[in-house]
Every structure is written in structure tokens, then in C-alpha cells.
């Protein structure tokens, strides 16, 4: 079933492998997408859909170094070339909206932006900046009513421009910590009132942005990414936490998002997504359902034939292999993955992975 086609009344996929969004700093420095990012996409527009990196529909959300915004008209620009080269090639491809929020460090922030989160407290750890090095993460501004709405309504705009950029909708980023799930997580989100506190306060902010989004661009263009269990930037497990990921997905699925793209950590050390809640998760949402985490060709083909999901997303494999589809099609050897250029500037480690002609046409 892997490379079958999808064919759903709001969008009609070539087969059922998705590209994960995944982080790789290779934006300029006003943020804005490149020609050696479009590059990148257009080589991987075989999956059947594309998700971007995370990209900050703010710029208080321009956490990490290098990493894309979608705000102004000059990264609608740089985007567009990215969505062509995509679309030229018959590839699909949506554009993660991802504000950091506390996950964040001054010195990564434009001039006037600040560091924001639900509370005043900072995320654990360190991250890195181009300037300083390694720094801990910032203190964050503890957001007020005015700023929540502020920030709905930016990823509602950021969504719009998205399509004037050519993307064929957004994902959502409420996963791995960032700005949506700060306010999900409870051991995270420590306020009381509107946006905090209750599993309908905590899922106020998500649903708000959800609902915002959907309304600029149509709910059939908007998906969202869930982490329930993820253990990233200071989240993990709590009270309550099925409960309320389960209101929050038959909410999500009463706007009529496209799909739930639910995330399970577990390969990488993480506890997993109790296989239990999966299965009521997908029961919940009556849109696309896709899962993420740790799949190779034979645990994706046992999930969609099984119906646990309708699409599976690969991220690593994705990044070292720019025809990860043909590869797994042929059952192919793929590339090794070269971890020290992530997040690294320019094209070794991001565009100079080889297909399998490529290497075939390398003399013995």
C-alpha cells in the first residue's frame, strides 16, 4: 500500500510516503528560503507529500539559527521558488508553521522580537547561536491576552501567505516542545485562567490557532502534528494527558482539519504513544491520519494494511535519500546519514546525497 495513491477529496497524492518536516538551518540570514533549499525540496518531490522544516509564522518564533521564516513578502518570495520546484517535478508540499517560543535565544531573534512562552520560565538546556556558541535558552516573556491573540492571528496570516507562496497547505506545529505545545503540556504550562490549568484551558491556545488557520485558508488545507508522550524541551507525560489529547483530537476533527500527524518519539528514547491511545486517537479524527516515528518500508506497510494510519512520514531516511521512494520500491541500500552537517551551512550534507542513477553512473 506504501505506493499506492491517495486520492481524498481535498488532496490526491502520488503514494502514501510523506517527507517529516525536519530542521536544517540552511535559510539566510533575514530568514528567508534560498535557491539551494529549493534545490533540496525539488530533489525529494518524489513523496507523495512534502512537509517543510519548521518555519516561524512570527518573528518571536525565529528560536534557532538559520531557520525560515513566513511573514513578510520577501520570504513569500524565496518560498515560491521552492513550491515550483516541487510542483514541477508533481510533488505535493505543505509548510510547517513552527513558533519556538521559549525554545529560543536572544541572539537568534531579529531586532525588535522577543523571547515569549506561556510562563516566565526557561526551557532546560542549551541551544546553539551563530554568535555565541552554545548559550542557554532565554528567559521568556510570560505571554498576556493581547499577545496570545497577537499570535493566533500570525499564524492565521502566515498561513495565507502561504498560499500566495504556492504551498498546498499548512501543518501546525503543536509537537516537540515549541510555542502550541507549551501551552498543551501541563508540566510546561503552569498558569491559571483562560489558557491553563484545565485540560480545556491548556487546549485553548491549539484549538484557537486551529480554528484561526482553518478559517483563513480552508480547514481542508491544515493539518497538525501531535507529540502526545514526546519528552522534548521540557515536556514528557502528565496527568490527564490521553483525556486531553483525545478532547483536543474530536475538537480538531469537529473543524474538519485535513489530518492528525501524530508523532511517537519512542525510536529515538523516548516513552512511547501507547499503541492503545493510537488506535483511539485515529477513531477520534475523522480526516487523514498520519504516523510518524522510527518506520522503515515493512513497519509502514503493516500500518497502512493494518489501518492504523493512511500515510506514514519518514524524516532521516528522507534527508540522506533524495529518492527514498524508488529506493524503498527497489529495496535499495540507502545513504548513510552524515549527522555532523544537520544543521550546517551550505550544500555538503544536503543536496550532495547521491540517488541510486547517480551512484550507478559512477564508473567501477
Known amino acids: 500500500m506504501l505506493f499506492q495513491p491517495l486520492i481524498n477529496p481535498s488532496i490526491q497524492l502520488a503514494n502514501r510516503a510523506v517527507m517529516a518536516p525536519m530542521t536544517r538551518s540552511r535559510a539566510d540570514d533575514a530568514n528567508t528560503p534560498n535557491a539551494l533549499m529549493a534545490e533540496y525540496y525539488g530533489q525529494r518531490a518524489t513523496a507523495g507529500l512534502i512537509i517543510t ?24 518570495r524565496g518560498w515560491k ?31 525588535g522580537a522577543q523571547v515569549v512562552g506561556p510562563t516566565s520560565t526557561a526551557c532546560p538546556g542549551e541551544m546553539y ?16 491576552a493581547p499577545d496570545i491573540a497577537d499570535a493566533v492571528q500570525e499564524f492565521a496570516r502566515s498561513a495565507q501567505l502561504a498560499i500566495k507562496a504556492g504551498f498546498d497547505g499548512v501543518e501546525l506545529h503543536a509537537a516537540n516542545g515549541y510555542l502550541i505545545e507549551q501551552f498543551l503540556n501541563a508540566n510546561v504550562n503552569q498558569r491559571t485562567g483562560a489558557y491553563g490549568g484545565s485540560i ?26 501531535l507529540s502526545p508522550y514526546g519528552a522534548l524541551n521540557g515536556t514528557g507525560a502528565f496527568p490527564d494527558i490521553e483525556a486531553q489529547y483525545l478532547a483536543l483530537t474530536q475538537e480538531l476533527s469537529q473543524l474538519g482539519l485535513l489530518y492528525i500527524h501524530l508523532l511517537d518519539h519512542s525510536a529515538m528514547g523516548a516513552p512511547p504513544v501507547p499503541a492503545d491511545l493510537k488506535s483511539r486517537l485515529r477513531a477520534a479524527f475523522q480526516g487523514l491520519f498520519i504516523l510518524a516515528g522510527g518506520f522503515d518500508r515493512s513497519g509502514a ?6 489501518g492504523q494510519a493512511d500515510l ?37 550534507g544536503y543536496t550532495d546525497y547521491p540517488t541510486l542513477a547517480q551512484r550507478s553512473a559512477v564508473p567501477a
Open 129 to 144: 547561536t551563530d554568535s555565541q556558541g552554545m548559550q542557554p535558552h532565554s528567559i521568556p516573556r510570560a505571554m498576556t
Open 301 to 306: 506497510e503493516s500500518a497502512l494494511k493494518t
Open 312 to 348: 506514514i512520514a519518514f524524516a532521516r531516511p528522507f534527508l540522506a535519500n533524495p529518492d527514498l521512494v524508488e529506493r524503498m520500491r527497489a529495496e535499495a541500500e540507502l545513504n548513510a546519514i552524515d549527522m555532523a552537517t544537520f544543521y550546517t551551512p551550505g550544500s555538503k
Open 81 to 111: 521558488t521552492v513550491t515550483e520546484a516541487v510542483h514541477a517535478k508533481g510533488g505535493k508540499i505543505f509548510v510547517q508553521l513552527m513558533h519556538t517560543g521559549r525554545v529560543a535565544h536572544v541572539a537568534n531573534l531579529p531586532a
Open 53 to 76: 522544516e519548521g518555519t516561524s509564522p512570527s518573528p518571536n518564533g525565529l528560536g534557532y539559527a538559520r531557520i525560515p521564516g513566513l511573514f513578510n513578502d520577501a520570504q513569500v
Open 200 to 225: 480545556k484551558c491548556r487546549n485553548r491556545f491549539a484549538l484557537e490557532v486551529a480554528r484561526a488557520t482553518a478559517a483563513a485558508i480552508g480547514a481542508h488545507r491544515v493539518g497538525i502534528r
